[in-house]
């Protein structure tokens, strides 16, 4: 495997467990308001955002100042949107920001094909 091929695969798993924790968050809200205002939730909750603004972070050199086919600078504004919430993530868990949660998952989704980096060399 090549040097970037790890690389590509280090971030892949990265992706992988925000997944989980999506699906665990998701799991949870929908179980009942006793569950999902449960201490537990709320740890998922802090992992979720935290992995999610961590890997923001790793993309964004990736992403910032591009403008091109794959990469066109519609795309750029709406990614660098959430830059606050990389120097905050606490903030991403208010009532009012809620929503965006599951917006920068479906972000980060599409800067990952964007690079392409559900494409790499063994």
Do not use: H
Not at 96 to 118: C, M, P, Q, S
């Amino acid at each position: 495997m090549t040097v970037g091929g790890l690389y590509a695969g280090s971030l892949l798993n990265e992706w992988l467990l925000i997944r989980e924790l999506s699906k665990k968050y998701r799991e949870r809200m929908q179980a009942g308001k006793a569950e999902a205002n449960s201490m537990d939730t709320k740890e998922v909750l802090r992992n979720y955002i935290a992995c999610m603004t961590s890997f923001w972070g790793e993309l964004r050199p990736k992403i910032e100042g591009r403008n091109d086919d794959r990469i066109p600078a519609t795309f750029v504004t709406e990614f660098m949107k959430y830059e606050p919430y990389y120097f905050a993530p606490p903030n991403m868990s208010t009532e009012e920001n809620a929503g965006d949660i599951f917006k920068l998952e479906t972000v980060l989704r599409e800067a990952i094909e964007r690079l392409r980096i559900t494409i790499y060399e063994w």
